[in-house]
């Protein structure tokens, strides 16, 4: 079936590093990738999303490039800040399927 | 604009307790609707989810069971509730097959059983 796999966390970083947050998949079609943000007691919302091979979907300074050849689909931003510390998701949905596969979630706490 | 209602944000139960947790969404007709758990540790879990009316489908058989009474509603129940059945739930609505459509996701409830 398919399934999302990313880098476990906590990872913790100063300000204005580079991130980078791991994401493969396995899908049996051709899927969308999505990567989620959920904040400290809040719910998931959508950070970034990308539909086909080589799209790149980003949003506030985060980026993610659709690779089929290696199945991935890694988070970056080059300068992170404080309000950047929240749990990030990697996520796939399959064409002629209606679930929504996550992975486990990676914890970001970025340091002043 | 859409928007989707989750309620309550918190609750704390006995264990053999029933419960009812309810989502609503606003702005849209014929969402997908779904339901999802939060462990520690264990990431987002798919429970639930709905593409029409009465239509339920369960991803992991457990304590709870889902409904669809109305087009855009959806709840979530069980009977007797189990310790193992706290943790942080989430509804969310997507406009289904089109082309990578996004969840859209309600604030949660957290929900201790003691």
């Known amino acids: 079936g398919n399934s999302v796999t990313q880098m476990e966390g906590p990872v913790t970083l100063s300000e204005e590093a580079f991130l980078t947050i791991n994401c493969t998949y396995t899908?049996?079609?051709?899927?969308?990738l999505f990567w989620y943000v959920q904040y400290p007691g809040e719910g998931l919302q959508l950070l970034l999303k990308a539909t086909k091979a080589d799209d790149k979907g980003s949003n506030k300074g985060f980026e993610a490039t659709y690779r089929k050849e290696t199945t991935s689909f890694h988070l970056e931003k080059g300068s992170v800040q404080v309000s950047d510390s929240a749990v990030y998701f990697c996520a796939l949905s399959d064409r002629g399927d209606d679930k929504i596969i996550f992975g486990k979630g990676t914890r970001l706490h970025i340091l002043p | 604009s859409q928007t989707i209602h989750q309620w309550p944000a918190t609750l704390v139960q006995p264990v053999g307790s029933p419960l009812s947790l309810e989502c609503t969404v606003e702005g849209t007709s014929n969402p997908n609707l779904y339901w999802y758990r939060q462990a520690a540790g264990r990431g987002l879990q798919l429970l639930f989810y709905?593409?029409?009316?009465?239509?339920i489908s369960s991803e992991v058989p457990q304590n709870l069971s889902a409904s669809r009474p109305q087009d855009r509603q959806f709840i979530l129940s069980s009977k007797k509730l189990l310790l193992s059945d706290s943790g942080f739930y989430l509804c969310?609505?997507?406009?289904?097959?089109?082309?990578?459509?996004?969840?859209?996701f309600g604030n949660g409830t957290r929900l201790t059983v003691t």
């Open positions: 969310a609505w997507s406009w289904g097959r089109e082309g990578g459509s996004p969840l859209h």
């Open positions: 899908a049996t079609g051709y899927p969308s």
């Open positions: 709905s593409v029409g009316i009465g239509q």
